[in-house]
């Protein structure tokens, strides 16, 4: 059986690994549902919430290397104008909405 998924494991591998691993994962809990259904050993239900958990990791894993790819490709000089709301600095809305250091060294 597959215990719990390291993540620091999951960053190393590629994108094709990766789904690769989901559809297993996804594969075995839903053959672990069935099992609830039918009536499984009592192992095989205590394992459904390390599947959903591996699944979780594994997602997550996958949308912050997209992300980390994404902001790669803006951070180039043809993107320096706008860049998609979601890959922009956080920080606070007071920060956000105060002068830039280019605009105050202006005034």
């Not at 790819?69 to 922009?88: A, C, F, G, Q, W």
């Amino acid at each position: 059986g597959v215990g719990k998924i390291k993540t620091y494991e999951l960053r190393t591998k590629n994108k094709a690994d990766l789904d690769k691993q989901l559809d297993e994962l996804k594969t075995e809990l839903a053959a672990l549902r069935v099992a609830k259904v039918t009536g499984g050993a009592a192992s095989k239900l205590a394992k459904i919430h390390t599947f959903r958990k591996n699944i979780a990791r594994t997602l997550t894993v996958v949308n912050q290397k997209r992300k980390a790819e994404l902001r790669k490709l803006y951070s180039t000089k043809n993107y320096k104008k706008y860049v998609p709301i979601d890959l922009r600095a956080k920080k606070t809305r007071a920060i956000r909405r105060a002068l830039s250091v280019e605009d105050a060294t202006r005034v």
